[in-house]
């Protein structure tokens, strides 16, 4: 259908397209009325129009903060579920080092009484030693705490938190 009838038919039509929830868009011309006449129907019309998309809008805007807020909590929930994989990681990981340790301690007293000559054997002494050591010097309260700091696993401020607790699965 054309935008315009350019045929002379004497009827005056005004039309407003685009309009929805059940809201006259339309106001014309008939045998008992004139445009003029329904001005005030056509007023309480666009009024009506305006209230009801400023209705629809503050709907989507209200709904959009929902999600976004919604979004944000399961931005929390995955740091949560990281943060404790790395906690239980690294818990594991100190575990290792000290089951490591005990066992070169072990290895290391059963062969300090062997009597001593320059071979390969008191080379790999040598180093079980240094390893010891090294793995000692990990397991120090001080190493500990700067790793969990590093790693943020257990802050005193915790960013991860959500207020309103978990979200369901």
Partial sequence: MPDYDYEHSGKLTLEIGGWGGNLRGKWSDGKHQTLERVFDSIKAGILA???YEREERLERERRHREWEH???????QK???EREA???SFLKQLAEFQREASDLRMTISETASAPRT???YDRMLLWAKDR???LESLQTMEAVTEKLKQEK???DLDDLHDPEGE???
């Fill in 132 to 134: 010891l050591a090294h």
């Fill in 153 to 155: 696993l257990f802050p």
């Fill in 118 to 120: 320059n071979t390969e």
């Fill in 167 to 169: 979200l369901p699965s």
């Fill in 86 to 88: 790395k906690r239980v």
């Fill in 49 to 51: 129009r305006i209230t």
């Fill in 70 to 76: 919604y979004q944000h909590r399961r931005k929390l």
């Fill in 79 to 81: 740091g949560r579920v």
